[in-house]
């Protein structure tokens, strides 16, 4: 025997030697075992609004109890957290906080939910399982912002506490996820179909970045693969790029190709399309797709309005798709 | 082999996840375990990838002693053997 591990747990599966860490740096083959470095020491903690994830649809105007271990599998090349998802754990200072901590956290500071996020929930997987475990055993909802590279056996055992996700898919090419982020395209959509499936509330965002990512065709295809596979009423964010990490060299995503990126998705079908990491004049509104009228309007992260009346809008009663506060409505 | 273990692995894992749901979907189940199986284990070039890297275990090793990383069993792995 070598001593040597493979790890399955995403879909780069390092094996690794002894004394080897994996590419998401945080496991570690520890003379023959895999061991996680960052179970219960976060390195982010915060109180956000559920809208900063973002989710737009799921219990608006609430406050989520936020975490994040340091590590990713990924290397976006635009990564805006990379001080903490390209660290390692150990060039970081970090919280020793048990999944137990965690929970009293959250309900001390009347959070509604936590959110496994900033990074990448993925790998710091013990962790963010044992915590929604627990959460969900106090009432508390589980939110995972993820860029969904993960393989299937475990991504079930953690879909069976997650609530609501937003996950990022950066583009439909399978180049721009080799080539940009270190990462393959086709597990990033399994896992949205089998969080959709699961019965997860799942919101999509992509990054769109200037040259890059930025076609009309491209941002066509994305709205047609939500469409055909998660359905016309998953809302759909596309956030603004600023210059970071390696990607200095480009401009801030212009607010027009924004809302151009937002019209073509409504025109292809997409009921719920806004516009993130920017203030434009409707992106940031939820309007019912039958009647028009406006249902959640926002300032910021901040709720100024909200017209829906028991899941339904308030002025045509057209069902609204999303979990609304403490009435568990999903269609 | 390597790969006996990894798809006794994988096997579990699909039980694991799919549930009665899977063991109801007969051919289609196997179909899709083989698939899954050759997909993960058909390519091991990852050069698009950040690179594996070895840690500096002296420093692991105290930091683990002195509470500042964890040293939490991880789950979803498989030993290899190499014979
Ligand atoms: S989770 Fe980390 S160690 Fe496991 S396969 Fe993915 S990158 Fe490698």
């Known amino acids: 025997m070598s001593n040597s591990v493979q790890c399955v747990l995403c879909p780069h599966l390092c094996t690794l030697a002894p004394g080897e ?20 020491r976060p390195v982010a903690v915060n109180n956000d609004p559920v809208e900063k994830k973002p989710l737009f649809h799921f219990m608006p105007g609430t406050d989520v109890f936020s975490i994040a271990t340091a590590g990713c599998n990924l290397k976006c090349e635009f990564c805006q957290n990379w001080e903490i998802s390209q660290a390692l754990p150990e060039d970081v200072t970090s919280y020793d906080m048990p999944p137990e901590a965690v929970i009293e956290n959250a309900l001390a500071y009347g959070c509604e939910a936590i959110a496994y996020t900033y990074t990448e929930p993925a790998v710091y997987f013990e962790y963010t399982r044992d915590c929604a475990r627990l959460a969900r055993e106090a009432g508390i909802k589980n939110i995972l912002v993820t860029a969904g590279y993960i393989n299937r056996g475990p991504l079930s ?57 930025d076609d009309p065709d491209e941002v066509d295809a994305l709205a047609r693969w939500v469409l055909d596979n998660t359905g016309e009423d998953t809302p759909l964010h596309f956030s603004r790029f600023f210059p970071m990490y390696r990607l200095t060299n480009l401009p801030p995503t212009p607010l027009d190709t924004l809302q151009g990126a937002r019209e073509r998705a409504m025109d292809i079908g997409i009921n719920y399309v806004y516009v993130g990491n920017a203030v434009t004049p409707e992106g940031m509104q939820t309007k019912c797709p039958e ?10 992260y901040m709720i100024t309005e909200n017209n829906i009346l028991n899941g339904n809008c308030g002025n045509c009663s057209a069902p609204i798709a999303g979990v609304w506060n403490g009435m568990e409505e999903q269609q | 082999m390597k790969t006996v273990l990894l798809t006794v692995l994988l096997l579990a894992g699909l039980a694991f996840s799919e549930g009665d749901e899977a063991l109801s979907t007969g051919e289609s189940t ?51 053997d190499d014979e």
């Not at chain 1, 009647?291 to 910021?300: D, F, P, S, Y």
């Open chain 1, 291 to 300: 009647c028009g009228e406006t249902l959640i309007a926002r300032h910021g």
């Open chain 1, 157 to 213: 055992e953690l879909a069976e506490y997650i609530d609501a996700a937003n996950v990022d898919l950066k583009s439909m090419s399978d180049a721009y996820y080799r080539n940009i982020c270190g990462g393959t395209l086709q597990p990033v959509l399994d896992t949205i179909i089998h969080l959709k499936e699961s019965g997860t509330w799942v919101e999509i965002t992509n990054l769109i970045v200037p040259t890059l990512n």
């Open chain 1, 21 to 40: 860490r994996g590419r998401c740096s945080v496991r570690l083959n520890l003379g023959g075992e895999l061991i996680s470095l960052v179970y219960g």
């Open chain 2, 30 to 80: 196997y179909t899709g375990l083989f698939d899954l199986i050759m997909e993960l284990t058909g390519s091991t070039d990852r050069s698009w990838a950040k690179p594996i890297e070895n840690a500096d275990m002296d420093r692991i090793i105290e930091l683990i002693e002195n509470g500042l990383v964890s040293c939490h069993k991880a789950e979803w792995y498989a030993v290899v």
